[in-house]
């Protein structure tokens, strides 16, 4: 037995062998990418759960976020703020980064604006990136996501308004409504249709209007242009048939 022991002591001993154990060490480790933590324990969302979502990283997902009300959230060059019912609508393709763990901000890669809640909890759309660009991103149940301000909420009353009652404080949501119009922040509630989103992925369709808006001026100019009266009435005309299809279906 004691020999077995001294037997044992002298392989670990062995400088050969811990050459080897050295070079299995140092192949086996995969080389991490520049900016990315090599210890996975380091990557985690934004409950501490220790799970790895990709829009953490930091780098820009191009997405079109669909509303449970059946509307794409458009972001137009003039400020304005809607949903869309058309599948491809090149104000719906959106740009969204993390700015901090769990933390986005959405622009429209078309329009070149942010998405942005003001103090009085209306949505339009910022020229410039500031704290009022900022919302927190929760995915919940069936891969639906909501964004609250990172800023304004509604707060429970203080206790010494004389008031027993129990209220907890309020987020305010991005939310789009039955008619496609967006609703105001302290009238919305996590679990209302109207504030869940599905980031969808673009369609082939969509990474062709992205193509030329990048390599066509001629395409650029034509779609920033602002919407005559013929082309306010095909847009009308392509909504009234989208909404006859769902009715239909």
């Given at each position: 037995m004691v020999?077995?022991?001294v037997l044992l002591l002298l392989s670990f001993l062995d400088p050969s062998n811990q050459e080897l154990s050295s070079r299995l060490t140092r192949t086996s480790r995969a080389p991490c990418a520049k900016g990315q933590a090599c210890d996975p324990r380091q990557r985690r969302d934004a409950g501490g759960r220790g799970g790895v979502y990709e829009h953490l990283g930091g780098a820009p997902r191009h997405r079109k976020l669909y509303c449970a009300t059946k509307y794409h959230l458009q972001i137009h060059p003039n400020g304005k703020i809607d949903g869309s019912l058309e599948e491809n609508n090149p104000f719906s393709i959106l740009e969204i980064?993390?700015?901090?763990?769990?933390?986005?901000?959405?622009?429209g890669l078309f329009s070149g604006r942010y998405l942005a809640m003001n103090k009085k909890g209306r949505l339009y759309a910022s020229e410039v990136f500031n704290q009022e660009c900022?919302?927190?991103?929760?995915?919940?149940?069936?891969?639906?996501?909501?964004?609250?301000?990172?800023?304004?909420?509604?707060?429970?009353?203080s206790a010494s308004a004389?008031?027993?009652r129990a209220s907890a404080e309020r987020l305010w949501y991005v939310s789009i409504n039955g008619k496609g119009r967006p609703r105001r922040g302290f009238k919305t509630r996590r679990t209302e249709k109207a504030s869940l989103?599905?980031?969808?992925?673009?369609?082939?369709k969509d990474h062709e209007m992205v193509h030329l808006?990048?390599?066509s001026q001629k395409y650029r100019e034509n779609l920033l242009r602002p919407a005559g009266r013929?082309?306010?009435?095909?847009?009308?005309?392509?909504?009234?048939?989208?909404k006859a299809k769902e009715t239909e279906d």
């Open positions: 020999i077995i022991l980064t993390a700015v901090d763990v769990g933390v986005v901000a959405i622009k900022e919302f927190v991103e929760r995915i919940h149940e069936l891969g639906y996501n909501t964004y609250a301000s990172r800023y304004y909420r509604t707060s429970p009353p004389g008031k027993q989103f599905l980031p969808r992925v673009l369609g082939n808006f990048h390599t013929a082309e306010r009435r095909r847009r009308r005309h392509r909504l009234a048939a989208g």
